[in-house]
């Protein structure tokens, strides 16, 4: 069971934001169904809330819960003093600007829930594990990830009533973050949105301690899994090279107009080349000595796996695709 814990808040007194809760609504929409149209978290969402004490009492009895896989997305003010980093709430007063995030922190290291992972799109929102004024270092525990939209001395931009950072998270959930088989990990996503990020100033964060990356959001995978499936069974080894010939194209028949080769197009052949090319489209293998893979074949060189494809033939080999 998967359950997450959205924040947003527009409402201070003195520094009213417009994209807060624009931004904490999308997530809450494509965090409960998977691109396949399945459930994925069960969603608590808050965007009306005033107190410090308020949103504590909801962060502290969300990681009380147990679940498989917890998360918490905040966007809102986020602010630094010498005493440690804050996510502010609209009750805020000089030295009590609301709740510190290694209190946060705290709660989720002794969460019952199994992964836990914490989103942070406010200012300052780096501060996260960082040892506050009297030195007093708060542990990041096994299987929690933290990915915030910046560093601990940065503020988090709005564009246009959203973050800059929950832009390319919403983007990466919809896929952009996905990988082949369509999963979408935290890693994943932090990697997608640091490279969309670019040279601008505002720097992602990513902070975790965990053996093995979970799903946070899965779509329909690019390649077929039982074509996937294949890797092994068409590369015995993964440095293994697979000899081509002009029985796998299709078009080397007699029914379609054009010189035609020997051997001509073979049915099983023309299928797994079929397999071939999809693999080939998502960087998995290339051809050997020629630029396309009609070429290779048509010109009786090979097609070899690349560093992923190996990756993914592991995967297969292990049973875990």
């Known amino acids: ?8 808040i527009n409402d201070y007194p003195t520094a009213p934001l417009r994209g807060a809760i624009n931004d904490a609504e999308c997530v809450s929409e494509i965090l409960k169904i998977n691109g396949n ?7 608590k969402s808050l965007y009306d809330i005033k107190t410090r004490s308020e949103l504590l009492t909801e962060i502290s009895d969300f990681f009380k819960i147990g679940s498989d896989m917890g998360l918490v997305y905040f966007a809102g003010h986020g602010y630094v003093n010498e005493l440690g980093g804050f996510i502010v709430t609209p009750d805020y007063k000089k030295y009590d600007e609301g709740i510190a995030m290694n209190d946060i922190l705290a709660l989720a290291n002794s969460s019952p829930i199994s992964n836990k992972i914490l989103v942070f799109d406010c200012c300052k929102s780096g501060m996260f594990g960082i040892p506050n004024l009297g030195g007093t270092v708060t542990p990041i525990s096994k299987g929690i990830s933290i990915l915030t939209a910046c560093r601990e001395d940065e ?10 950072f929950t832009n390319l998270l919403i983007e990466g959930l919809k896929g952009g973050a996905a990988d082949v088989r369509g999963h979408i990990s935290p890693g994943g996503l932090y990697a997608y949105i640091d490279q969309a990020l670019g ?15 979970v799903e946070l959001r899965s779509i329909n995978p690019q390649v077929q899994l039982n074509v996937l499936r294949r890797l092994t069974e068409y590369f015995k080894n993964p440095s293994d090279l697979l000899q081509l010939n002009p029985s796998f194209e299709y078009t080397n028949s007699h029914d379609v107009p054009h010189d035609v080769v020997e051997p001509h197009a073979d049915e099983k052949n023309v299928s797994i080349f079929k397999d ?9 293998l290339v051809p ?5 893979m009609y070429f290779a074949a048509m010109n009786s060189k090979a097609c070899q796996l690349t560093a992923l494809g190996h990756h993914y033939w592991r995967l297969v080999r292990e049973g875990k695709i």
């Open 155 to 164: 503020p988090a931009k709005e564009v246009n009533g959203h973050g800059v």
């Open 37 to 43: 149209d399945t459930t994925n978290f069960q969603v």
């Open 276 to 284: 071939l090319q999809k693999l080939e489209g998502v960087g998995l």
């Open 288 to 292: 050997v000595d020629e630029e396309h």
């Open 199 to 213: 040279a601008h100033e505002q720097r992602p964060v990513f902070k975790t301690n965990v053996t093995e990356f």
């Open 1 to 8: 069971m998967k359950k997450a814990l959205v924040i947003g």
